[in-house]
């Protein structure tokens, strides 16, 4: 399993970035996939997360300024992020699998991809 994130980088308070997370090697249209974040010196948080029938979820911290989505015929997994905010600044990771293996750091992971808020 092969995920690949792209589309971090230092952005301004109130601007917008689009994440990518590239996915191979697995059956993408019937995995459940996720972001998760990790900021430094505090634990990785879940961020969003999507089923394979399109059902999301997300941190109540992020409700109404991201977006997660998928693109099943490209195995990309997307993370739209307005608004963004100085305490958004951490390492996205993508992730694949269901989310009780996730939240308990199993599953398939990407490398992280950088984020930067600057206020």
């Known amino acids: 399993v092969q995920l690949a994130e792209s589309g971090g980088g230092l952005v301004q308070a109130g601007g917008s970035l689009r994440l990518s997370c590239a996915a191979s090697?697995?059956?993408?249209?019937?995995?459940?996939m996720g972001w998760f974040r990790q900021a430094p010196g505090k634990q990785r948080e879940l961020v969003a997360y999507?089923?394979?029938?399109?059902?999301?979820t997300y941190a109540d911290s992020v409700k109404d300024r991201f977006t997660i989505s998928r693109d099943n015929a490209k195995s990309t997994l997307y993370l739209e992020m307005d608004s963004l905010k100085s305490e958004d600044t951490a390492v996205y990771f993508c992730?694949?699998?269901?989310?009780?293996?996730?939240?308990?750091?199993?599953?398939?992971w990407g490398q992280g991809t950088q984020v930067t808020v600057s206020s």
């Open positions: 090697g697995i059956f993408f249209r019937i995995t459940d």
């Open positions: 992730a694949a699998g269901i989310i009780r293996s996730l939240l308990s750091g199993s599953g398939s």
């Open positions: 999507i089923s394979r029938g399109g059902i999301t």
